[in-house]
């Protein structure tokens, strides 16, 4: 698994199968940056609420264009992708960009969800997980937070497949309104945004898109 989708095999069924770090490290592996060395506009357009010092984790960071960039504000940011040619080359990039990172090599769905260590949790384009998946998460980002943390998510509508510029062909494993108002409904909802953007980021993500931001506070 790694911070961008990227579109997932898929088995007989036609249910989303899990992506393999093989399949990553070798997407990871070509020259470049897979989607550029720049942060997600959503960060940018987020800026009011990237606090320095405070204490972030990066999900499925991939190459480590946004928790650079989390760092290069003032953050301290946590890391971690499953693909390690993804994290070498992360590492890289903070070393390029005078930056220090505490980057993991670890799989979402194993990750430790420690209870209220974080200030800020970012996931930008993590939409490689089922639903089921999905859930569990949600549910381990909502643990890790501190209260009164903040939840920066950022990704795909199920629109996202007509314009095919980027994510999976699973619309299971995309988000819509309800959905992450459903799945946060424990959050204060500060922004729930749905719309479409052209998006130049590297050639993974390019072209008009589905998008949807979800900012979400944890209660004190």
């Not at 770090?21 to 720049?38: I, K, V």
């Not at 070393?95 to 670890?106: I, L, N, P, Y």
Request: aromatic content about 8%; overall charge negative.
């Amino acid at each position: 698994m790694a911070q961008d989708d990227i579109k997932a095999d898929t088995g007989g069924s036609g249910h989303t199968q899990p992506v393999r770090p093989s399949m990553w490290d070798e997407r990871y592996g070509a020259p470049g940056y897979l989607f550029g060395t720049a942060p997600s506009q959503f960060l940018n357009d987020h800026r009011d609420c990237l606090v320095p010092g405070a204490q972030t984790l990066a999900l499925a960071d991939g190459e480590g264009r946004n928790s650079v960039f989390l760092a290069a504000c003032g953050l301290q940011v946590t890391a971690m992708d499953a693909s390690p040619v993804a994290v070498e080359k992360a590492r890289a990039l903070a070393t390029e960009q005078g930056v220090s990172v505490d980057f993991h090599v670890a799989d979402i769905l194993d990750w430790d969800w420690i209870p209220n260590v974080y200030d800020l949790v970012a996931g930008i384009f993590i939409q490689f997980s089922p639903p089921d998946d999905r859930k569990a998460v949600f549910e381990g980002i909502k643990k890790t937070l501190k209260p009164g943390g903040t939840l920066l998510l950022h990704g795909y509508r199920p629109e996202q497949i007509e314009y095919g510029t980027g994510g999976p062909p699973h619309a299971e494993n995309m988000y819509s309104e309800d959905l992450l108002r459903t799945a946060f409904s424990d959050m204060e909802i500060l922004t729930l945004a749905a719309y479409d953007r052209v998006v130049d980021e590297g050639r993974g993500h390019s072209g008009m898109s589905a998008l949807i931001d979800l900012v979400a506070r944890k209660p004190l």
